[in-house]
């Protein structure tokens, strides 16, 4: 997509979620917006820029600023404003397309060198990389449990099988890999090798959140949402240098365990 005009591919998705779902634009009353955080991000199309596609203003409309979860972030608020009769569809879509301004654009060379940098300016000061800065972490967990590294390149093997399942893939064309293929490839910051680490892809789509009674008649079967929530820490997860491990686990921990008590379902329960 790196021809292609972001607000455009944007529409695109709005329009394809909302055809894969059976619903009409017609229907659509809000409008969750993933907004990265840090300086350069720019929203593809914001909801006056909507309102005016649409005809009309939107009845409900935010902005996630949490990062590559931003759109995950916007089903529980999609939930919430559905519960509270703020609107009764909302879509979320999210695009990278390359003819942007900012850090979206297509200037690879400045979107790669903004990618690299994960911590804050007191790692950037030590040369850290985002790579560098996992490493770091999966170095700590192999410390703390005994991890291995063949352990660790499951995860790659696991999420390209994915990738081999979804058409619009870049890498799932390229097949499956092994453990002994992630292995083999060249190390980029120990432990973690080069089928380890993703690309910086173009790609986009859309979620709808629709009420229940519009859920129930549209063209496909509606995935119910039992539960979810969010928690956080003294730090982030930027903060390379923080206790990573204590920290980071009791955020995930105590958003698990409200998510699953919201849903009345346990971590047994998941097949």
Known sequence: LSDRPQPQVYWEMVKA???????????????????????????????SALADLL????????????????????MGLAVMAIENGLCDVVIMPTVVAGQAAGYFGADRDAAIAAMSKLGTVYEWLWGTTRVADYAVIAQRHMHEYGTKSEQLAEVAVAA?????????????????????????SRMIASPLHLLECPLDNDGGYAL??????????????????????????????????????????????????????????GRDDID
């Open 55 to 74: 005809g009309r203003p939107v009845r409900f409309q935010a902005q996630t600023w949490v990062g590559a979860a931003g759109t995950a972030a916007g």
């Open 17 to 47: 979620s909302l055809a894969d779902a059976g619903l009409q634009l017609s229907q659509v009353d809000g409008l969750i917006d993933y907004a990265p955080d840090g300086a350069g991000f720019r929203s593809a199309l914001p909801g």
């Open 160 to 184: 390209r099988h994915s990738a081999t399942l979804h058409p619009y893939s870049v890498m799932g064309k390229k097949g499956e890999i092994t453990v002994d293929d992630v292995m083999s």
């Open 208 to 265: 709808v959140v629709a009420s229940a009674a519009i859920a129930r008649d549209c063209a496909k079967a509606p995935v119910w949402i039992l539960g979810g929530s969010e928690a956080t820490y003294t730090d982030s997860y930027r903060t390379i240098t923080a206790p990573w491990i204590s920290q980071e686990g009791a955020a995930v921990r105590r958003a698990s365990d409200m998510a699953f008590a919201m849903a009345g379902v």
